[in-house]
């Protein structure tokens, strides 16, 4: 199946901003819905934070980051991005990428089983 790698994660300040990365190897992804999840400190079940469609012409944001985050993709490079910005210490978590054939996973569906191995985003206030 295919490996999803994770990068960018990071130590920040309240309102700095970071790049997440995630790369799929072993296919291609070009027709999948890609996006991230993440882990809240001690949280099992991981949110929905955004996801893109697979022409990168639809994005589904959490209410808790719309405005703040934006994702995108390259199809050629089979990577997705997360562009953080005005980061705050509740987005603190570990970060995941992950793909799916609809946008329902985000919205409340049942979660995807092919997880990168995480990157971690911590921010202080």
């Known amino acids: 199946q295919v490996q999803l790698v994770e990068s960018g994660g990071g130590s920040v300040q309240a309102g700095g901003s970071l790049t997440l990365s995630c790369t799929a190897h072993g296919d291609t992804v070009s027709s999948a819905y890609m996006g991230w999840f993440r882990q809240l400190p001690g949280q099992e079940e991981r949110e929905g934070v955004a996801?893109?469609?697979?022409?990168?012409?639809?994005?589904h944001y959490d209410k808790s980051v719309q405005g703040r985050f934006t994702i995108s993709r390259d199809n050629a490079q089979n990577t997705i991005y997360l562009q953080m910005n005005n980061l705050k210490p509740n987005d603190t978590a570990m970060y995941y990428c992950t793909a799916a054939t609809t946008f329902m996973p985000w919205v409340g569906g049942n979660r995807p089983k092919n997880w990168g191995q995480g990157t971690l985003v911590t921010v202080s206030s």
């Open positions: 996801a893109i469609n697979p022409s990168g012409g639809t994005m």
